[in-house]
């Protein structure tokens, strides 16, 4: 299994507070990536990083920012939390080369709540 | 922008029959094509990939996926469905070149004794 993992893996809070969670990985992976996933929806894309502070944005960004100051660390902040921000987030990371073609390798996943 | 369609967010099938997960694709230009699948409570493994070789591409668990150009499509097939492959499959295309993946909404697995 690819080196992901992502912290912390449950996490519940009030409605206007700042939640900053967390993927690292040992795999020294060029891309990171933040989805969240949603029932029927499947998985969405936040933001993605192609490098060191290197970073733009998915299709669902908006009230998500994020960081990403060393290789193995990608943090994805949600300014004020909102409930409809309620999900399960996916940390992915990937490589390109001729033989990987891109394909993502995915953390456990962060179950976020919002109250 | 590439785009991926599963239709029926919920396939039931019995032990031992065919299982037959659809995809269709739009992508502007020649794409890399992915099956993953998710077990409850888990991040999403990777069951095989397309990426212009040879256009049926056998994965693990007895998965296999046919790429059809003509019909933009990338099934997935096993022969016989066994109670372990209950979870929820995703496709996912990105166009050559393109490090972005587009997923499809998934499909839900039940495998009925």
């Known amino acids: 299994d690819a080196g992901i993992t992502q912290s912390p893996r449950h996490k519940v809070t009030e409605t206007g507070t700042p939640v900053t969670l967390r993927c690292h990985q040992t795999?020294?992976?060029?891309?990171m990536y933040w989805y969240r996933q949603d029932p029927g929806h499947g998985l969405r894309l936040i933001h993605y990083?192609?490098?060191?502070?290197?970073?733009d944005k998915g299709e669902v960004s908006d009230g998500y920012s994020v960081s990403r100051s060393k290789t193995e660390d990608f943090l994805l902040t949600l300014e004020s939390a909102t409930s409809s921000q309620t999900s399960v987030y996916f940390c992915?990371?990937?490589?390109?080369?001729?033989?990987?073609?891109?394909?993502?390798?995915f953390g456990p996943g962060t179950r976020l709540t919002v109250t | 922008a590439q785009s991926v369609t599963q239709l029926g967010s919920h396939v039931s099938v019995s032990e031992g029959a065919l299982v037959l997960l659809r995809c269709n694709y739009s992508?502007?230009?020649?794409?890399?094509l992915f099956w993953y699948v998710q077990y409850p409570n888990q991040g999403l493994q990777l069951l095989l990939k397309?990426?212009?070789?040879?256009?049926l591409v056998k994965g693990i668990n007895g998965f296999e996926a046919e790429f059809k150009k003509s019909e933009t499509s990338f099934h997935l097939t096993k022969p016989s469905a066994h109670m372990s492959d209950a979870a929820e499959y995703f496709c996912?295309?990105?166009?050559?070149?393109?490090?972005?993946?587009?997923f499809g909404k998934g499909n839900q697995v039940v495998v009925i004794p």
């Open positions: 992915a990371i990937s490589e390109s080369s001729a033989t990987t073609a891109y394909e993502q390798y």
């Open positions: 795999e020294n992976h060029r891309y």
């Open positions: 990083s192609y490098g060191v502070k290197d970073t």
């Open positions: 992508s502007s230009v020649p794409p890399y």
């Open positions: 397309y990426t212009s070789a040879a256009t």
């Open positions: 996912a295309v990105a166009p050559y070149g393109n490090n972005r993946l587009a």
